[in-house]
């Protein structure tokens, strides 16, 4: 059962543009969400998140947007850059407990110059 | 730091030998993860520890599996016996202060991977 679910295996986008990257969960129960970046042959890397109680969490050229009655969240990068190139990890985690983040299956995002 | 450390980085071993992966947590970290990732199911948790004790292994795929904790600075990963099905990349991540769920600062710090090929 694929609690976070990301449909799209690949994107590509010419530099410049914008990147849109999304994310539907199953699980009511999360609050708390991340992005993870990875690019080859290293381990992913922490890039955003954002708390169940916000819709927007921004950072530099990331922004976070959380629809909580739509179970959905998207990433967007403006502008996309070369080095943006990586697989992208949608993640999910509820709040109490110890942590456990659920992942997606990833979105590898190819940028173009 | 050096990061989460895991050794070793390939393998390539035949079905149904011992497979053991290594990994080494950033120093003052409680939490330790293991994940595997493939193609079709991304990263999915196999067990973590907190405080080197085993908090949740329901992710562990079968028997074949175990992980092991014996310290704060160690962990390992076996796989006995191997099967091709098991191909995949192993990741270990660390982190502090799990229980403060609402704090954004528990975020994972994963290791390079170790990328195991059975035959």
């Known amino acids: 059962d694929q609690q976070v679910k990301q449909n799209s295996p690949s994107l590509s986008v010419q530099e410049g543009r914008i990147s849109i990257l999304n994310c539907d969960y199953t699980n009511s129960m999360f609050d708390y969400f991340l992005w993870y970046k990875k690019y080859p042959a290293e381990g992913p890397t922490f890039l955003i998140s954002?708390?169940?109680?916000?819709d927007k969490n921004e950072d530099g050229r990331f922004t976070v947007f959380l629809n909580k009655s739509a179970k959905h969240l998207s990433l967007h990068i403006v502008p996309s850059q070369p080095g943006d190139s990586a697989v992208y990890f949608c993640?999910?985690?509820?709040?109490?407990?110890?942590?456990?983040?659920?992942f997606g299956t990833g979105t590898r995002l190819l940028v173009s110059p | 730091d050096a990061g989460v450390i895991q050794s070793p980085r390939h393998e390539v071993t035949e079905m149904g030998q011992e497979v053991t992966l290594r990994c080494k947590p950033i120093s003052g970290h409680n939490s330790l993860f293991w994940y595997r990732q493939t193609m079709m199911r991304g990263l999915e948790l196999l067990i973590y520890?907190?405080?080197?004790?085993?908090?949740?292994d329901s992710g562990m795929p079968e028997d074949r599996f175990s992980a092991k904790m014996p310290n704060a600075s160690f962990s390992t990963l076996k796989i006995q016996p191997s099967e091709p099905r098991d191909s995949a990349v192993y990741f270990c991540?660390?982190?502090?202060?799990?229980?403060?769920?609402?704090?954004?600062?528990?975020?994972?710090?994963f290791g390079a991977g170790s990328r195991l090929t059975v035959l």
């Open positions: 954002i708390s169940s109680i916000k």
């Open positions: 520890f907190n405080n080197n004790v085993p908090i949740d």
């Open positions: 991540a660390s982190s502090l202060k799990v229980g403060q769920a609402s704090s954004g600062a528990n975020v994972l710090t």
């Open positions: 993640a999910a985690r509820r709040g109490t407990g110890f942590q456990k983040l659920v």
